[in-house]
């Protein structure tokens, strides 16, 4: 079992920054990776980071990539979303979520690849 709680979320002027946590339950939390999606209303869920077990590889949507910094500290059992630059459009839910499979060579991008889910958080960016 594992459990994610985001955290973070706000409203924030356009252009501002706002950094996202999500902490994880569970002891091998350092063996997941971990995902990043979003959802806006009246959208389907969007995939937004992906960071490895080590941390050692990251990938970004392209809308996002640039001003997103996905990190996490696996000490604190915590996956972090640095979002610098926002726009009106970055307005969602954003939701962490974790992928326990071990040995997956390619960074997952898709929701159903992950079986872990927090229950989100919202951001809102104002014009």
């Known amino acids: 079992q594992v459990q994610l709680v985001e955290s973070g979320g706000g409203l924030v002027q356009a252009g501002g920054s706002l950094r996202l946590s999500c902490a994880a339950s569970?002891?091998?939390?350092?063996?997941?990776?971990m995902g990043w999606f979003r959802q806006a209303p009246g959208k389907e869920r969007e995939f937004v980071a992906a960071?490895?077990?080590?941390?050692?590889?990251?990938y970004y949507a392209d809308s996002v990539k640039g001003r997103f910094t996905i990190s996490r500290d696996n000490a604190k059992n915590t996956v972090y979303l640095q979002m610098n630059s926002l726009k009106p459009e970055d307005t969602a839910v954003y939701c962490c979520?974790?992928?326990?499979?071990?040995?997956?060579?390619?960074?997952?991008?898709?929701?159903?690849?992950?079986?872990?889910w927090g229950q989100g958080t919202q951001v809102t960016v104002s014009s």
């Open positions: 979520a974790a992928d326990p499979r071990s040995g997956r060579l390619v960074l997952a991008t898709t929701p159903t690849l992950y079986d872990y």
């Open positions: 569970g002891r091998t939390f350092s063996t997941y990776a």
């Open positions: 960071i490895s077990w080590s941390g050692g590889r990251v």
